[in-house]
């Protein structure tokens, strides 16, 4: 029998899963629109959803596919200084590797005017490419897309956009703007970003132009996803997994896509065992060693932000089994439904608990009912 391989699981924001489950839907709504073109709505999207959903690793998924199907892309992190100075850099980038063209194509290309029109407007002396304005980069870009055939179109991805800052967000409203909403050229756009960006980046002023942006959620994965998204890895990598300890990792995961793999990683490095069959031990020292990763890099930090009586509610809410009723809530407490509220909304926003339903709260995930509980070993999950 061959030896299993090293361990399949990628425990760290950004990176790419082994296996990426329960997100086709959003990528085939991405393509759709695509080849629809510059009308369709979800040409111009925002996607959102906490730390650790995968947005990250969903852009880059997107943007993988859109270049199988003939789209030229650049990716950009609105978060970084001058995110609108990186996009720049990468647009310019693009533009020197399209004049870069294989020569055949090339050689058609320049009979069709080939060229990248900013070169010929650019007054004396010319400006590097990119410092000239986003609308014109992607204005350039457009007519060499529609004359040279090298793609299809252009896909920009921008991830983090909660923290852009309104300058460089309000340039490429601006360029996407005029340039996809206004001239119908195909350069679609795909952001991702935290809940919070209604509250930071689209509460400001002259922001109506993402306000218009489709919009979608990235969530929790079901159960089903979550055991496959556990599973097929292992196998992949030549392991095998226990019916039971399979469960025992999914569930606890609560589909919470970075804990779907700081499960699987620590479940495998548990394993003792040569052929790498995941026993139910393994998973549960998994599952207390994920527990415990998850708590140093999410839980501590998220439970330091909150006031006094933002952790007395969530204790609250933590303490029942599961999903609670607002009306319980307030009643448990001895407080007004409006007070609930306003405590609602502070934990919603910091990511504490989620809301599965109308007046319905439960906490973030499973793991932080757990760690409130004092690391309560995962009883309610034991058979
Ligand atoms: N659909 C998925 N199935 C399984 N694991 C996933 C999926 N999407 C992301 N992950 C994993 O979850 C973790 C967080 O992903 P990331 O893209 O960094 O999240 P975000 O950008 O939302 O914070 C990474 O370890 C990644 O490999
Ligand atoms: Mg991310």
């Not at 082994?18 to 009308?39: N, Q, S």
């Not at 709260?361 to 509980?373: C, E, G, I, S, T």
Request: hydrophobic content about 45%.
């Amino acid at each position: 029998m061959a030896m299993p391989e090293q361990n399949p699981f990628t425990p760290t924001f950004g990176a790419a899963p082994p296996l990426m489950v329960e997100r086709d839907d959003t990528i085939e709504r991405v393509l759709a629109a695509l080849r629809h073109g510059p009308r369709h709505p979800d040409f111009t999207l925002l996607l959102t959803g906490r730390q650790g959903t995968g947005k990250t690793a969903l852009l880059d998924a997107i943007a993988a596919a859109a270049r199988h199907e003939g789209w030229l892309s650049v990716s950009a992190t609105a978060s970084a200084p001058e995110f609108g100075t990186q996009l720049r850099h990468e647009l310019s980038a693009l533009a020197e590797d399209m004049q870069r063209a294989p020569k055949t194509r090339l050689a058609s290309a320049q009979a069709l005017g080939f060229g990248l029109s900013w070169a010929k407007e650019a007054p004396d002396p010319q400006p590097l490419l990119h410092e000239l304005s986003l609308r014109r980069m992607l204005t350039g870009i457009a007519d060499t897309l529609a004359t040279s055939g090298i793609g299809e179109g252009l896909l920009i991805t921008l991830d983090e956009f909660h923290a852009a800052d309104v300058d460089g967000a309000r340039e490429l409203a601006a360029a996407v703007q005029h340039v996809t909403r206004r001239e119908q050229r195909p350069v679609a756009l795909v952001m991702a970003a935290l809940p919070e960006v209604t509250e930071t980046v689209l509460a400001d002023m002259g922001m109506t132009f993402f306000h218009r942006c489709a919009r979608g959620e990235i969530g929790l994965l079901g159960y089903d996803a979550t055991r496959t998204a556990l599973e097929v890895p292992i196998r992949q990598a030549g392991g095998s997994i226990d019916g039971t300890a399979l469960e025992l990792g999914a569930r606890s995961s609560g589909g919470y896509p970075f804990m779907v793999q700081l499960v699987g990683y620590h479940g495998w490095e548990s394993c003792a065992d040569d052929a790498k069959h995941l026993a139910v031990d393994d998973m549960h020292e998994g599952i207390h060693e994920a527990d415990q990763a998850l708590a140093a890099m999410l839980l501590m930090p998220l439970w330091s932000a909150l006031s006094p009586t933002d952790r007395e509610v969530l204790r609250h809410i933590a303490a029942n089994d599961g999903p609670i009723e607002v009306a319980a809530l307030a009643s448990a407490l001895h407080k007004s439904p409006s007070y609930i509220n306003t405590y609602r909304r502070r934990l919603l926003r910091a990511g504490a608990i989620t809301a599965p339903d109308r007046g319905i709260l439960d906490v973030r995930d499973p793991a932080m009912r757990r760690w409130l509980d004092g690391q309560r070993p995962i009883a309610d999950i034991e058979h």
